[in-house]
C-alpha cells in the first residue's frame, strides 16, 4: 500500500511538471528507450504499431487523432466496443513484421512503437517523424508510458486520471488482501499450455498485485517460456491462470492426463479470464482488472465479484466509452 501511495505521488508531481512544460509546443520528452523526442507540434495524426499503445490512446480520447495501427485490428474485441473506427484505418503491420511503407504512407507527426522495434524509430525519425519507444513492462513502466503519451498529445490531464484510477483501485484491492496468505499461481501462455510467464513479464507483477506467488519466479525473461511437463509437475501451481487470448481452454489444461497430479488441477483450479474485452495479463490500461479479476478468483471470500465488477464497469464507461455486459465480466 505504501508503494501505490508513493506512486500517486511520483505520478501526480510528474503531471505538476509536465503541465509547466507543455504550456506550449515544441516540447521535448525522454521516451522509454531513454531517447530524447522533440515534438514540434500537437500531433494530429498518430501511427501506434502497437495494440498496447494503441489501447492507451483509446483511454486517453485520442481515437479521432489516429491515423494507422497495428495489424490485425479486427480481431480487437476492445476497438470494436470503443473505437470502432479504428478497424477500418491502414495497418503497419506487427513488432515481428513492421511496415515502415505503410507508416509513412500514413503521413503520421507523432509515431509510438514498442521498444523492440528501436531500428524501425530510427527509420522513421530519419524522416523528421518524432516516434516514442515505449515499454511497459510492469506497472510502473505502465503509468510511465501513460503520462509519456499524454504529454506529447496534451491528454496528461486524462493520463494522471487514469493513473489515479489504476493505482486506487490496486491500493484498495492490495488493503483487503493484506492478511491473506499468497496463492502459488502460474499463468500460462497464450500459444501453448507448456508455456508460462517468467519473472520478467509483465504478468508477474499482476500475480504480486493480486497477493499470488508466481510459481515460475525462478525462471528469468521477458517472453512466454517453454516449459516441459516435468518443469510444470515440479512447479505443482495451487491455481493456473489462462490469458484470454489463449487457443486452449481450461479444460484443455483439467483434461490432460499428464497433468492430473497437480495440485491445481487435482482442485479444479485452471481459470480463463474473460474474452470479451482485452488481454488483462497485458499491461494495457485495463490491465488492473486482470489483477482485480485475479484477485477475486483467487481470494473471493476477502475480494469480492462486486468490487471487480464495479471497478471494470467505471474503468469502461469512463475511458472508453461504453458500458460492459456484466455476464462477460
Sequence with gaps: MKKILTM???????????VCALAEYPVTLTDQAGREV????KPEHIVSG???????????????????????????????????ELISLPNVGTAKNFNLEA???????????????SEAAESISAFD?????????????????LLLIGAATETEDRATDLNAFILTQLGMCQEMLKNETPVTALILGNSDKLTCAPNGMYQASLLKNACAVNA????????????SY???????????????????????????????ELDA?????????????????????????????????????????????????????????????????
Design 129 to 145: 517523424i518524432p516516434v516514442l519507444l515505449v515499454n511497459p513492462e510492469d506497472d510502473e513502466l505502465l503509468a510511465q508510458m
Design 230 to 260: 516435468e518443469q510444470l509437475l515440479a512447479m505443482n501451481p495451487q491455481a493456473i491462470i489462462i490469458p484470454a487470448e489463449a487457443v486452449y481452454t481450461a479444460e484443455d489444461v483439467l483434461g490432460d492426463a499428464e497433468l492430473a
Design 50 to 84: 502497437y495494440y498496447i499503445s494503441t489501447s492507451a490512446c483509446i483511454a486517453l480520447g485520442l481515437s479521432d487523432r489516429m491515423a494507422a495501427v497495428e495489424a490485425k485490428a479486427d480481431t480487437r474485441n476492445i476497438y470494436a466496443l470503443s473505437a470502432p
Design 216 to 227: 515460475a519466479a525462478d525462471i528469468e525473461g521477458t517472453k512466454w517460456a517453454e516449459i
Design 38 to 41: 522533440t515534438i514540434e507540434n
Design 265 to 329: 488441477v487435482k482442485n479444479g483450479a485452471v481459470y480463463q479470464m474473460p474474452k470479451a474485452f482485452e488481454a488483462w495479463d497485458s499491461p494495457v490500461p485495463s490491465g488492473v482488472l486482470g489483477v482485480l479479476w485475479t484477485a477475486k478468483t483467487l481470494h473471493s471470500q476477502t475480494y469480492g465479484e462486486a468490487q471487480y465488477k464495479d471497478a471494470a464497469k467505471m474503468l469502461y464507461e469512463t475511458y472508453y466509452g461504453f458500458t460492459p455486459d456484466e455476464a462477460a465480466l
Design 103 to 117: 507508416c509513412l504512407a500514413a503521413e503520421p507527426d507523432l509515431v509510438i512503437l514498442p521498444k523492440r522495434l
Design 8 to 18: 500517486l505521488l511520483t505520478l501526480a508531481l510528474a503531471c505538476a511538471l509536465s
